[in-house]
C-alpha cells in the first residue's frame, strides 16, 4: 500500500513539471501572412447565361415512422 502511494506520488511530481515545463517555453510558433503590395483582388467576370430553371424533388414517405413524410426540393 506505501509503494502505491509513493507511486502516486512521484507520478504527480513528474506531471506537475512536465506541464510546468510546456507553460515555460516561449510562443514562437505563428502564423502571419506577408502583405503583398498591390495584391488586388480582380472582379470576377458576370455569368451571362440565364438561371438554370430546373427544380429537383424527392418524396419520402414511411406511416411507420415518427416523421412520416419528407419532402426535399432544390434547384438545379
Known amino acids: 500500500m506505501a509503494v502505491l502511494k509513493n507511486l502516486r506520488l512521484i507520478a504527480l511530481v513528474i506531471l506537475s513539471a512536465a506541464i510546468c515545463h510546456a507553460q515555460n517555453q516561449p510562443q514562437t ?3 502571419d501572412r506577408p502583405a503583398e503590395p498591390g495584391a488586388t483582388p480582380q472582379p470576377r467576370p458576370e455569368n451571362k447565361k440565364p438561371p438554370d430553371p430546373t427544380r429537383y424533388a ?3 414517405r414511411q406511416p411507420d415512422f415518427l416523421i412520416n413524410h419528407i419532402v426535399i426540393e432544390h434547384d438545379a
Open 58 to 60: 424527392w418524396e419520402f
Open 29 to 31: 510558433k505563428r502564423n
